[in-house]
């Protein structure tokens, strides 16, 4: 049980993260002065390299420690778990792209408006509720 506090503990540092990157980016691309670029630029870097990212690392390590408890024939019989770790490997792209888009920002080359960033704000919600009911209801 141990192993899974802490899986989910670090699990809700990561989406905290990425809840709240994509809502610096749609302020970011509404910013229009230099104070408030380089303000949000510090901002955006240290939670995608301080907060973000450790979390992912750090959930997966506990995650896949938590795998190791699953024997093989238990695994093939659980189509939940499946789903869910397809659906992990799609946050690790989302993760990837919030990472471009930082450096897009980063280098003042950001071509997208507030809107999309708003749109992308949404995409983790649709990860954390299928997860969290993957988990929790096994449903398959």
């Not at 238990?74 to 993760?95: A, R």
């Not at 071509?111 to 708003?118: G, I, P």
Request: hydrophobic share 60%; glycine share 4%.
């Amino acid at each position: 049980m141990w192993l899974k506090a802490l899986h989910l503990i670090f699990m809700v540092t990561w989406f905290a993260g990425l809840f709240y990157l994509p809502r610096l980016f749609v302020y970011h691309a509404m910013s229009e002065d230099e104070i408030s670029n380089t303000r949000f630029k510090i901002m955006e870097r240290k939670l995608f390299f301080g907060i973000m990212t450790p979390g992912m690392i750090v959930t997966f390590f506990f995650g896949l420690w938590m795998l190791q408890d699953y024997a093989w024939a238990m695994y093939k019989s659980m189509g939940w778990l499946h789903v869910k770790l397809t659906l992990l490997l799609l946050m690790l792209v989302y993760h990837y792209f919030c990472y471009r888009w930082l450096m897009d920002f980063k280098h003042d080359r950001n071509l997208r408006s507030h809107v999309f960033y708003r749109w992308m704000n949404e995409v983790p919600v649709l990860f954390l509720v299928a997860i969290i009911i993957l988990a929790v209801v096994k449903p398959f």
